[in-house]
C-alpha cells in the first residue's frame, strides 16, 4: 500500500507539473500575441495613430477646398467684371491707373 500511496503521490506531482507546464506556456503565447496586438506596424496603437493622422489630413483637404473654391469664385469674378481685377492689382501689386500717383510712406520705427 505505502507503494501505491507513493505512485499516486507521483502521479499527482506529475500531472500538477505538466499542468503548470501548460499553463505557464498558454500565458505566454497570451502575452505575446498582447504585446503583438498592441505594438508594432499592424498594432491598436499604430491603428490609432494613424486615425488621428487622417482626420488631421480630413481637415487639412476640407480647409483646402474651401480656399479652393474661394479662388474659383475670385478668378470667376476677375473674369466676369474688370472693377474686381484693377481692385486686386491695386491692392496685390500696388499698380496705379492713368494719371494716379501712388504715395509711399515708411513704416515708422518702433
Known sequence: MDARHQLRKQVRTELKLRQFI???????VLAYFGVWLLSGDTGLLRYFDLRETREAVREDV?????????????????????????????????????????????????
Request: aromatic share 10%; hydrophobic share 40%; net charge negative.
Open 22 to 28: 501548460y499553463r505557464a506556456i498558454l500565458v505566454m
Open 62 to 110: 476640407d480647409s483646402l477646398e474651401g480656399r479652393n473654391a474661394e479662388l474659383r469664385a475670385s478668378v470667376e469674378r476677375m473674369r466676369q467684371n474688370d472693377f474686381y481685377v484693377e481692385k486686386h492689382a491695386r491692392e496685390e501689386f500696388g499698380m496705379a491707373g492713368k494719371g494716379e500717383i501712388i504715395f509711399l510712406y515708411p513704416e515708422p520705427s518702433r
